[in-house]
């Protein structure tokens, strides 16, 4: 089932954002975070979830855009446990944001992805998703 997260969740999402980043994020700054977002009517955190088990989540942020001259969706985050994967649940966490984004009336969905996450890039492609864009980036 999918449902919207809540702040009770915040252990079951850190969990799978340390795997999807392969990283351990400081535990104190990831529930602060978390809380601000779960406040944000701009985002939504969706969690797939079977018997009180969380196996997949799925972050979308809505926001006016100039260059649009309207709403836009951003997948933030999506990802599924590892041994959950390719049995349906990222899928139907993209429709949920989709459906979101439909309801909020955003022009478009877009997200995001690490060159690295090849698998991730065919899955945004067989969704209809096109590549038009480069993102850049610099830490600071």
Do not use: W
Request: with cysteine.
């Amino acid at each position: 089932m999918i449902r919207k997260a809540v702040a009770g969740d915040v252990e079951r999402v850190y969990h799978l954002i340390n795997l999807l980043e392969d990283c351990e994020f400081p535990k104190t700054q990831f529930v602060s975070i978390y809380n601000e977002i779960l406040q944000n009517q701009s985002h939504c955190i969706f969690l797939y979830e079977i018997e009180n088990e969380v196996l997949g989540i799925a972050h979308l942020r809505i926001e006016n855009q100039l260059h649009h001259c309207g709403k836009v969706a951003e997948i933030m985050e999506l990802i599924v446990g590892d041994s959950c994967r390719s049995k349906g649940i990222g899928t139907m966490l993209f429709h949920a944001m989709c459906s979101y984004a439909k309801e909020h009336c955003c022009a478009l969905i877009e997200v995001t992805s690490n060159c690295r996450r090849t698998r991730a890039h065919t899955f945004y492609q067989k969704k209809g998703m096109h590549r038009s864009h480069y993102k850049f980036s610099m830490l600071l």
